[in-house]
């Protein structure tokens, strides 16, 4: 009898792991992404999220009251920081080293679990999430390109006249246009053909327009 009961213990589920402050909320918000990129806004679940930070659906409750909260503060919290640019030497090699962060971004757990909300929440949902997208996403990265092209025309190998919100929106619009329809990877080859094909041509001084890509 004794061993029966061993047994029956064993195979019994384990109890919610004790953590309380910070430890469970990070664990908590850490499951909320993981369940945002693996079954989307659609699946996602205020009961998913308890089960896999092992934690119970109270827990979750208390500090966050709906679905549209906790998802806020996980993307809040799992964004990258896109900020300073470092001055790789000239704006070819400047714009490949912001391109494959904002593309790290994008491909990132979180950055998956932020398009998943994207393209399945309504639009009442959607509009909740809008400022946390500007405010961490869209503005950032324009900022990021916009150094870089202004440290391009401090340096004389872009011309001051391409400084503006068109050029600027060029490489953001094809990394989401080719993300989102094509299904792209952006491969580090990808980008170095975009910056060579595309934002070189645009951004050089005339006098340089006629060098071939990639040189």
């Given at each position: 009898m004794a061993t029966s009961r061993w047994t029956s213990a064993a195979q019994a589920p384990s109890a919610p792991l004790r953590r309380r402050g910070p430890v469970l909320e990070r664990a908590i918000l850490e499951a909320a992404l993981e369940q945002l990129s693996t079954v989307g806004w659609n699946g996602f679940t205020m009961e998913g999220v308890a089960a896999e930070a092992q934690t119970g659906k109270a827990a979750v409750y208390r500090r966050w009251p709906s679905k549209e909260d906790l998802v806020a503060d996980a993307l809040e919290a799992g964004l990258p920081r896109l900020d300073e640019a470092a001055d790789q030497g000239?704006?070819?090699?400047?714009?490949?080293?912001?391109?494959?962060?904002?593309?790290?971004?994008?491909?990132?757990?979180?950055?998956?679990?932020?398009?998943?909300v994207l393209y399945e929440c309504d639009a009442a949902a959607?509009?909740?999430?809008?400022?946390?997208?500007?405010?961490?996403?869209?503005?950032?990265?324009?900022?990021?390109?916009r150094a870089v092209v202004q440290r391009g025309v401090n340096r004389g190998d872009v011309r001051a006249d391409a400084?503006?919100?068109?050029?600027?929106?060029?490489?953001?619009?094809?990394?989401?246009?080719?993300?989102k329809v094509c299904g792209s990877e952006w491969r580090d080859q990808d980008i170095a053909k975009m910056i060579d094909q595309v934002m070189l041509p645009l951004l050089r001084p005339h006098s340089c327009r006629t060098t071939a890509c990639g040189s």
């Open positions: 000239g704006i070819r090699e400047d714009l490949f080293h912001v391109c494959r962060r904002v593309r790290d971004a994008m491909f990132s757990r979180t950055g998956i679990a932020l398009r998943s959607a509009e909740r999430f809008q400022g946390l997208i500007v405010s961490r996403v869209v503005e950032p990265s324009v900022q990021l390109f400084l503006c919100e068109l050029v600027l929106d060029v490489i953001p619009s094809l990394l989401m246009y080719r993300s």
